[in-house]
Every structure is written in C-alpha cells, then in structure tokens.
C-alpha cells in the first residue's frame, strides 16, 4: 500500500499546486471563509466520505473516511484562512483580495491534505480504521476554530491527532518535531487608564494618564526578569500605546493593549497575576481608574512524547526518498491553536521546510513577501501519508 499511496501523490503533485495556487490567489479572513469551504467541499462531492459542514463558530469542514475493516481513529488537521496583510509578492498568482493574503502557508497546508484525503478515500478499502479530515477555520484570530471544533463532539472517537505547519526557516525535504512543550501560549490584555486631564501648565490640577501608564510599561517588565523562574519562558510586550493627544494638554486616558507568550500553564498563570497585581497597585499609586480586560487566546502546545516519537520512527522510512532530514527542533514563541486538539487528544504537530529555492534569507511567515516551496506540498502529504501508513501497520 506505501508503493500505491506514494505512487498516487507523486501522480497529483502538479494538481495540489494548482489548487494552491487557487486558495492563494483567493484568501478570505478568519470567520469569513465562506468561499473557501464552498471550494473544499465542492471538492469531496461525489467521493466516498461523509462531509460536515458549518462544524464549531464558523466555516470548519469535517469529512470522515471509514475504512472497510474496524480499528482506532485517526485525525489529520490543516487550516485554512489568511491574514489581513497587503501582499507584496509580485507573484502571478498573488491574492485578488485586497489586503488579504495567505502569508502564513495555510493555502499550502489546505491544497497538500485536499490531495492525501482523496487518495485514502480512494485506498479505504485497505483502511483497518477511520480518518476525520478536519479543515479548519481562522486559527489566525482568537477564540479561533480549533477550540468549537473540539467542543462540537465530532472529534470525541478520535484516538490520536496530527498536524503540520509550512516554515521557511529549512529546505523542502526537512522535518522538525519536537516532544513535550513545543509553541508557545498566548494571552491578550487592554488595559484602559483613566486620570482627570488639564492644562500642561498646572499638572498639579490634574492627574496625567500618561505618566500612569508610562510607568506600567516599565513596571510589567520586572514580571520577567524578577518575578519568571530564570529557566521558564515568558515575554511580555506592549504593541500599542494610545495615548496621543496635543502638547500641552495633559491627557486624562490612554489605552494599551499588549501581548503575552508563555511555554507552560504555571507561567501563564503567573505572569496573569502579577499584571493584575501591577495595576491594583497603579491605581492606589496614582489614584487613578484601571480597566483590565485580559484573555487568554491559545494553550502552549505540548506534543505528546509517544505519538511524536511514533512520528518520527513512520518518518525515517522517507529519509533518503523525498527527506533530507527529520530532526528535533527548537522550542517556537509562536502560537497554534492546534493546541486546543491536543490538550483533549494525544498526538503532534510537525514542522515543513518550505524555503524558497535560492533564497538565504526568507521571509517569515505572517510577512507580505511571504512566499514557500512549493516543492514542500508533496513532502507533506508523503509525510502525512507516512505517518498514516505507519500508525495503522500497513507497510
């Protein structure tokens, strides 16, 4: 069956480029993705597996291939929305949807599982089981889609779970993993501080927002560097401090909002109460009014050890083939909401080189000159279909 499903992906290689092509030049927002699943679903009309559409908080896709003989479940993930960035590529096939691209490779992750899905769905009948192709929506802007999908039931059968990212920071033919903690969490906060503005010639008839949160930008980098255990991983960042308003007026509001990353629950937790605690204190300091709002967006994602290691052994059988190499990779401060699948089902989420040919220094993914491999399409369903093959004997 290796030699079959291997010779048939080779055989539509040029066929998931195009459907890559396609998804790229028509990318469509988080929660807004409706074209995209009429395009996969129009795809598995008249094939042999159960399609469920409109599965979680949006446009999600769950298509289930039942194979002729009983045995456990295995789910496969890819994603399927775009950013909202202005593409700058100059590639023919560049996004006709302006400000909105697929500058994270998800087109890629779509086109290489639409291809392995119709190949096992045409081999089912030497399927010892059952496969739940999950095509996923926005996991680019939170609550995302992973989390409603796995909160629909329609994942509870599921025995073990893998995905795949598209990165360009190795060569097509090369594939990381990493066991145990693996990308990071990610929380959210706004914090809204509220003073009594005047004039800037009497401060002491007023209460400066700004200063206030000046001092709030200085004081939550202490949560890091003395309050974070030296061998944890947190960053704490403020990306937007609005607080703009004329020279001498002293300003009676300003908004921040701020990013947090963490590798584990516990650090999560921590960093969560010291920003709290930070802005209780603020407000006893400056006599001041706070409004915190504070989300936690996506679970650090942690690969379970044995359905990684298993991985990694179904994948040794490719190195030489169509893989260069499968090597262990560093931990990424980037967040996958892949982490929702595996905090309820074992399983692992693997990285695919797809530097562009002849290019030392790619861009990275979410930037509008993003571009991949595309030699990097068939590498991942081989690499999929390896870890099908190998997860249910049948090489």
Known sequence: MRAKLMQMIDQRSEEMIAIRRHLHAHPELSFQE?????????????????????????????????????????????????????????????????????????DGHTAYLLILADCLIQLKDELPGTIKIIHQHAEETPPGGAKSIVESGLLDDVDTIYGIHVFPFFNAGEIGYRSGFSMAGRSYFKLGIQGTGGHGSSPHMANDAIVAASYFVTAIQTIVSRRLNPFDTGVVTIGSFDGKGSFNVIKD???????VRYMTSETRELIDKEI???????????????????????????????????AVTYLQKGLGDYLIAVSEAEML???????????????????????????????????????????????????????????????
């Not at 509001?253 to 990013?259: C, T």
């Not at 006893?284 to 504070?294: D, Q």
């Not at 220094?361 to 093959?389: G, Q, R, T």
């Open 276 to 310: 709290r605690r930070i802005v209780a204190g603020l407000e006893a300091m400056y006599g001041i009014t706070a409004t915190l709002t504070y989300t936690h967006d996506y679970p650090p994602l942690y690969n379970d050890p044995e359905a990684t290691s298993d």
């Open 253 to 259: 509001y300003v908004e921040l909002e701020g990013d």
């Open 34 to 106: 409706q074209a995209t699943a009429d395009y996969v679903a129009k795809f598995y009309e008249g094939k042999d597996g159960v399609v469920e559409r409109e599965v979680g908080n949006g446009h999600g896709i769950i298509v289930t291939i039942t194979g002729d003989k009983p045995g456990k479940t295995l789910g496969l993930r890819a994603d399927f929305d775009a950013l909202p960035i202005q593409e700058e590529t100059g590639l023919p096939f560049a996004s006709e949807n302006p400000g909105v691209m697929h500058a994270c490779g998800h």
């Open 333 to 395: 401060s980037g967040s996958e909401d892949f982490a929702y699948y595996l905090e309820k089902i074992p399983g692992a989420f693997l990285y695919v080189g797809a530097k562009p040919k002849g290019v030392e220094n790619p861009y990275f993914n979410h930037h509008p000159k993003f571009d991949i491999d595309e030699d990097s399409l068939p590498v991942a369903a081989k690499s999929v279909a390896e870890i099908v093959l190998g997860y249910y004997d049948l090489n």
